[in-house]
């Protein structure tokens, strides 16, 4: 039984070497124009505060970061929107958020749409994240 285990381990830590196996998973998406999209949602007594960030994979492009942030309330099943916020940037962070009162059990998120826009306005890449 130990040589089986000194044998898958050896053979683990070749296939790590090359790329074939990892200790760790790669759940990382990975972007063309972003360098990364975030929502987060905190909920103390009584407010949730629902914040979203797009930050764009270069500063000096004149790529326009965008987001929009939706604080939602699960309802029969469904999300509604309760609040939104939004921001727009060129060659920088695009941030947005707020706080809202909500009303206790219900299941809440925060639902984050972003884009990155070229100079000339075409989009290059829009992408979503929603809150834990």
């Known amino acids: 039984m130990m040589k089986r285990c ?4 050896c053979l683990f830590c070749v296939l790590s070497l ?21 929502a987060y949602l ?11 960030e797009v930050i764009p994979i270069s500063f000096s492009a004149n790529y326009t970061a965008r987001v929009t942030v939706y604080l939602q309330r699960k309802v029969n099943g469904s ?7 939004s921001d727009s940037q060129v060659n920088g962070v695009a941030m947005a958020g707020g706080s ?9 998120r925060t639902y984050v749409v ?18 834990g």
């Open 18 to 38: 090359f790329g074939f196996a990892s200790a760790e998973p790669d759940f990382e998406h990975r972007y063309s124009h972003m360098k990364s999209i975030a």
């Open 42 to 52: 905190d909920i103390e007594d009584g407010t949730a505060y629902s914040d979203g």
């Open 100 to 108: 809202r009162t909500v009303t206790p059990g219900y299941e809440y």
């Open 114 to 131: 972003g884009t990155i826009s070229d100079a000339d306005g075409t989009l290059l890449e829009r992408a979503t994240r929603t809150s």
């Open 79 to 85: 999300w509604q929107t309760i609040a939104t916020w």
């Open 6 to 9: 000194a044998v898958v381990l």
